[in-house]
């Protein structure tokens, strides 16, 4: 089936949600951090727990306190459920993209859980955990139909290879071993040091956390979505044919994207970032190969007849 001009039907009115949306996501997920580690804290302080009469908290487990702190989460929870009342439209069967993402996750084998049209004039599309394709409005008025199917093939590869859910186990197992350090620091030190009432406000509240927080963005950015992006680059690739034309749709994004949010680009175009360097060097580093792979493989081939 042709790809055609469908994909950007009825987009006329980008209808973007409200303003207070649009800053969050932009932010995101520093708001929804920062409001979780304000509330933790407060809980853990201020715990609800010391309203209840003193012979009643005589019988209340030590750990209690600690984990009722975590209903401070629930806000950020609740807010990035509101945000996705106002951004996320989920595609159903009938819809033009919806259909013609299916189609390519049946011709590549992918298991895909729905499609995600988001309500947000920037170029972007990724996969999520929950295996279902996301891509903005912005996105199909910044490509054309052949190129928003690269952009779509490139999503389904990392379902394929489990990266979002990869990705979040990441996350999950850096986040538990810094609690068990936060927790496990804060038992040592309160057993072996005379602790005085800033520090006892410092240890107990997971505003620490949020030094280790580029820690997690390093250890995980670095490494697996390197490693990941270059994976779903070589399916995009191969779906494509052609290296430099896969390469132009992704600088064509990056292009409206700057030309969106109003970088400037004074002194030429540079490239973004010496990750989208070594990505854009291992793109034509596989074509070259695979170039060279085929036409040993049709050498072999005429040798043979």
Known sequence: MKPVRLYCAELNDLDEPPPWVVVV?????????????????????WSPIRLLPAEWRHHLPGWLPTALAFAGFVPAGLLNHRIAYYVEIRLNPGDFRYDRVMALAKQFNVDVKGVVELRDGSASAFARPDDRVAFTRGLLRCLEPSEVEAAMVHELAHIAKRHPKKMALSVIRHAALLIGIWFGGRWFIETHFAVGRALHFFLHSPIILLVFVPYIRRRVSRRQ???????????????????????????????YNRAY??????????????????????IRAYAEASAVAGAAENGSDGNCG
């Not at 992006?229 to 494509?240: G, Q, R």
């Not at 949010?261 to 291992?282: D, K, L, M």
């Open 25 to 45: 996501r932009t932010l995101s997920p520093f708001p929804q951090l920062l409001l979780s580690v304000v509330l933790v804290s407060a809980l853990l302080i």
């Open 225 to 255: 979505i390197d490693v990941s992006e270059c994976e779903a680059d070589k399916m995009a690739v191969d779906y494509v044919g052609n290296a430099e034309a896969y390469i132009h749709v992704l600088t064509k994004t990056i292009d």
């Open 261 to 282: 949010f109003q970088i400037s680009t004074e002194g030429g175009t540079p490239s973004p970032s010496p990750t989208f360097e070594r990505r854009i060097a291992a």
